[in-house]
């Protein structure tokens, strides 16, 4: 082999012959023995002579051949004679793992470390078997292969299979060719990739897999023309009960559920279709197509899946709606179902195509991947569920109360009447049991604010009621009157004694307010006079009589205080003129004179004295006196 060969398969520009074969038939390295022909070796493979080429003379120290040309198999002989040369000390060696078995299962065992011994080198026998090593392991015989550029053939494994003796192939190709004798050991025994090339506990694992895989495919097939006949029983038993649930409609007598809402909502017209695959249900089309508008599109009862045509018929299988042999048909069953007959078609189909035709009528409308009801339909009926639950809470609040009114009664005046008996008994209006009149939408109101006032009366704060509303509370109300007529005198008595302080609480603060304004005899004048402008009552009993009584004697006592106040103010003033005229008169007239001028009855003022009140009339008594005084002169 070239050098740039060798560089080109091992990856290393070093020299590719770095051993060479003594007279004695050891090895000698290139750095053990003389420069040229008298290292005195040959090659391992050809045997030809060989000349050390050291580092003085080349830059990689290595063998060449002498005077011939290279036989290339040098460094590959020599790599795989040391190899072997590492079995001779009895080393530990490193087994690969394997496939075996453990408690007839299959399991990999991991690669160990072993014990050798060896036996001899290239052992052959009369089956041509000729393995690099025969060592001894574990208390087994055991041959090792070691390949450099040749591996173990098929035919070889074959022969060893035949010889029923372990063997492992140790590969040792990509170990450079001028590697040491330490690192040559280290490979062969423990770091290069190995391999078993036979192992009885493989061939038994094997033949075990091979074993158990044609079990396996055998229960497969068995399986397999089991599960055919059975589709094929599946589809024929499938047609077969179709074409009987057609020949045999089922329900020719039934009930639409919640046909009433659905009449109300205006869309009882949409239930009944015979869409194809109908007869795949255990009722008539009205009956399960009702189902799905009430209770998938109005109660939602698949909460936020998506109203498709899966969801809806696990719903109603849910519900039993859907005969035994059409559930969970496959699509395969189905198609070939339906190759059968035509007519077939599986129920998520027919719920499929119902949901089509509600679609083109405009009671759906798509809705992400799903559809929902249109809100033309949603919002009516929305409306109408609402006032239902509202009239079902006032009937279960009605039922209780009912409860509640008979537990309020003595036991003897019950007689043992339950809830239950009430429910069934008579109610006379309607002819109708209690419990279906709750639920006449003419009947419930006037029943419910009966049963309200019942309660009301017995809680003490509502008027009697007449009547029973079928409950035996005839004594209940009896007691009821007596006590409502025992608390009105109560309340009639007290409202007297809340008059009566009210009087005396109006008649003391208008007497109040006369001490205040007035002196006694005034006082007494003013409060006990009787007014025709008070409808002939005096102030006192004014004020007893209301509070708007005691506001007119307060605004008649104001006008009775002004007034004494004004009149005093007058009579003040009137005394101060005439003071003021006597002392004038006194002045300018004699005595005798001044006084008959005083008591005079003069034809336009009288008595001036009597006649002087205010300014104007103290001048005009004082003209009066200068016409005395010019008459009767002055006393000086």
């Given at each position: 082999m070239a050098h740039e060969q060798a560089q080109k398969s091992y990856g290393t520009d070093r020299a590719q012959l770095v051993y060479g074969r003594r007279p004695d038939g050891t090895f000698a390295h290139i750095g053990e023995v003389a420069r040229g022909l008298a290292c005195g070796c040959v090659c391992p493979a050809?045997?030809?002579?060989?000349?050390?080429?050291?580092?003085?003379?080349?830059?990689?120290?290595?063998?060449a051949h002498h005077d011939v040309e290279a036989c290339g198999g040098g460094p590959e002989t020599v790599l795989?004679?040391?190899?072997?040369?590492?079995?001779?000390?009895?080393?530990?060696l490193i087994l690969p793992e394997r496939l075996g078995l453990d408690n007839k299962r299959l399991v990999m065992k991991p690669s160990l470390e072993v014990e050798t011994e060896f036996l001899r080198l290239e052992y052959n026998d009369p089956k041509t078997i000729i393995p690099d090593l025969y060592v001894r392991a574990l208390g087994y015989d055991l041959f090792v292969e070691v390949a450099v550029t040749h591996f173990t053939d098929s035919a070889k494994i074959q022969r060893l299979r035949e010889h029923k003796i372990p063997a492992v192939e140790i590969d040792l190709s990509k170990l450079p060719r001028d590697s040491l004798r330490d690192a040559i050991n280290e490979a062969v025994?423990?770091?290069?990739?190995?391999?078993?090339?036979?192992?009885?506990?493989?061939?038994?694992?094997r033949a075990k897999q091979e074993a158990d895989e044609l079990k396996w495919q055998q229960e497969r097939g068995r399986r397999e023309a089991a599960a055919t006949a059975k589709y094929r029983s599946r589809v024929e038993q499938t047609a077969a009960a179709y074409r009987q649930a057609l020949a045999n409609p089922v329900g020719r007598d039934f009930v639409v559920p919640r046909g009433v809402e659905l009449q109300a909502i205006g869309l009882a017209k949409f239930v009944g279709r015979g869409v194809p695959g109908f007869a795949c249900f255990s009722e008539p089309p009205a009956v399960w197509q009702a189902i799905i508008l009430a209770e998938v599109f109005h109660d939602r009862c698949l909460g936020n899946a998506q109203c498709k045509a899966v969801p809806i018929v696990n719903h109603l299988e849910k519900r039993q709606l859907i005969q035994k042999a059409f559930l969970r048909v496959s699509g395969?069953?189905?198609?070939?179902?339906?190759?059968?007959?035509?007519?077939f078609a599986p129920?998520?189909?027919?719920?499929?195509?119902?949901?089509?035709?509600?679609?083109?009528?405009?009671?759906?409308?798509?809705?992400?991947?799903?559809?929902?009801?249109?809100?033309?339909?949603?919002?009516?009926?929305?409306?109408?569920?609402?006032?239902?639950?509202?009239?079902?809470?006032?009937?279960?609040?009605t039922v209780q109360r009912v409860g509640w009114i008979l537990g309020e009664l003595p036991e003897d005046e019950r007689a043992g009447t339950t809830v239950d008996q009430w429910l069934q008994s008579i109610h006379q209006e309607s002819g109708l049991t209690y419990d279906k009149a709750l639920r006449s939408e003419v009947e419930a109101p006037k029943i419910i604010g009966e049963i309200a006032t019942i309660v009301q009366m017995l809680e003490g704060n509502g008027p009697l009621f007449y009547g029973s509303a079928g409950l035996p509370i005839g004594n209940a109300i009896s007691r009821r009157k007596a006590k409502m007529e025992e608390q009105a005198e109560v309340r009639r008595?007290?409202?007297?004694?809340?008059?009566?302080?009210?009087?005396?609480?109006?008649?003391?603060?208008?007497?109040?307010d006369a001490e205040t304004e007035l002196n006694g005899e005034d006082r007494s004048a003013f409060l006990h006079t009787k007014r025709a402008d008070m409808s002939d009552m005096s102030p006192v009993e004014l004020a007893?009589?209301?509070?708007?009584g005691l506001t007119r004697a307060r605004e008649a006592l104001s006008v009775f205080v002004r007034q004494r106040r004004g009149e005093a103010e007058a009579a003040a003033e009137k005394a101060a003129y005439q003071d003021k005229i006597r002392e004038l008169a006194e002045a300018?007239?004699?005595?005798?004179?001044?006084?008959a001028f005083l008591k005079a009855r003069e034809d336009d003022i009288g008595a001036p004295l009597q006649y002087v009140k205010d300014e104007r009339t103290f001048q005009k008594a004082c003209a009066k006196l200068t016409q005395w005084e010019n008459q009767f002169g002055s006393p000086f």
């Open positions: 050809c045997n030809g002579q060989l000349v050390a080429r050291l580092k003085e003379d080349h830059r990689v120290a290595h063998f795989h004679l040391l190899a072997k040369e590492a079995f001779r000390s009895n080393p530990k025994l423990k770091t290069a990739t190995r391999r078993w090339l036979y192992h009885p506990g493989i061939e038994a694992a395969e069953v189905a198609d070939d179902v339906t190759a059968i007959d035509a007519r129920a998520w189909k027919a719920v499929d195509n119902y949901l089509k035709y509600l679609l083109g009528e405009g009671v759906l409308t798509p809705q992400g991947f799903g559809v929902t009801l249109a809100p033309a339909f949603a919002n009516r009926w929305n409306a109408r569920t609402l006032a239902a639950n509202q009239r079902t809470a006032l009937i279960q609040e008595q007290r409202q007297l004694l809340e008059a009566s302080r009210l009087r005396h609480s109006r008649r003391d603060r208008l007497c109040v007893e009589d209301s509070e708007s300018r007239l004699p005595p005798a004179d001044a006084i």
